[in-house]
């Protein structure tokens, strides 16, 4: 039995992101995920003036004769919502913290597929595969998705993307579009996802709060690392020690933008200071410009 509070949470954040979806993001949704695959349909006999490369050799060599492999467009599209539950998600120094964004961008991105009767599916992550939601259709569906990105309890704090990664790359048979929606506080995960994006449509959004660049000069203060449990004392207001910070944060961001760029993956940037919507409707607005 779910509790009364969390039905309630789930609730409105449908209310709230289904009026964007509705307002919003109608539109640009299908106009840049539409139609991006073909799927196989039959074979047929090779007729002149078909392309030589549809040829199906196979079925050719057991025919005698020529046959070609006809395809038509995918009707539907399988989205995968796969969310980073590391404990590093647990933290937030301004209206929310970074796991209750990802539940909220999860929720938009989930409303927009079914809106547009495409099917929806769910992968949460630590170091390891927490859980994963086979795509399916329907508001039930996607209800039961928002509640497991709010509520779902990780057994493990650590990352590994590549352990994502690798799991979907055996579960997805079917081209499908992937929002990997993570801090991407992680290393070494660039060639599997360089494999996978061959395969699928891999979109990243990356989610950060101001605090992981800047820090507040409040004085010396423990902090205690929420994956690895490690603990430090920081002087605050050491302004060597902030600037170094901001460098090695700017760096980070910095190489994890060149890597998508040369992967050819769209990424969004979020952070827990503003309005996750702007950085979403600017990237589906350039985005359809260009399957335009």
């Known amino acids: ?31 840049i995920f539409k139609g991006r695959g073909m799927e196989f349909h039959e074979v047929r006999e090779y007729v002149p003036g078909d392309d030589i490369r549809s040829i199906d050799w196979n079925v050719t060599a057991r025919a005698g004769h020529p046959y070609v492999k006809k395809f038509i467009e995918e009707r539907e599209l399988t989205v995968i919502i796969m969310a980073d539950m590391s404990s590093s998600g647990s933290f937030g120094t301004r209206n929310k913290m970074k796991i209750e964004l990802m539940a909220e961008i999860g929720a938009v991105l989930s409303f927009s597929a079914i809106k547009n009767n495409d099917k929806i599916g769910l992968l949460l992550f630590t170091d390891k595969v927490e859980k994963f939601i086979p795509p399916k259709k329907g508001r039930p569906h996607v209800l039961r998705v928002i509640r497991e990105l709010l509520y779902y ?15 979907l790359g055996k579960v997805l048979k079917k081209r499908s579009v992937v ?22 449509d891999i979109i990243g959004i990356s989610i950060a709060d101001p605090r992981e660049k800047d820090l507040t000069d409040i ?13 430090l004392f920081l002087d605050t207001g050491d302004d060597l020690l902030k600037k170094e910070l901001a460098k090695r944060r700017s760096s980070f961001i910095d190489s994890r933008k060149k890597a998508f760029k040369s992967m050819s993956i769209d990424s969004v940037d979020i952070t827990t ?20």
């Open 179 to 200: 929002f990997l929606i993570s801090d991407f506080m992680d290393s070494n995960y660039e060639r599997l996802l360089r494999i996978l994006n061959k395969r699928h």
């Open 219 to 231: 004085g010396l203060v423990e902090f205690e690392d929420a994956e690895t449990g490690e603990e």
């Open 153 to 167: 309890k990780p057994e493990s704090k650590k990352t590994s993307i590549n352990a994502a990664l690798e799991y």
């Open 273 to 292: 200071d503003k309005p996750y919507i702007e950085p979403l409707i600017l990237f589906f607005k350039a985005r359809a410009k260009r399957f335009r």
């Open 1 to 31: 039995m779910i509790p009364k509070e969390n039905l309630k949470k789930v609730r409105q954040i449908e209310i709230r992101t289904g009026r964007l979806v509705n307002d919003v993001f109608a539109g640009e949704y299908e106009s």
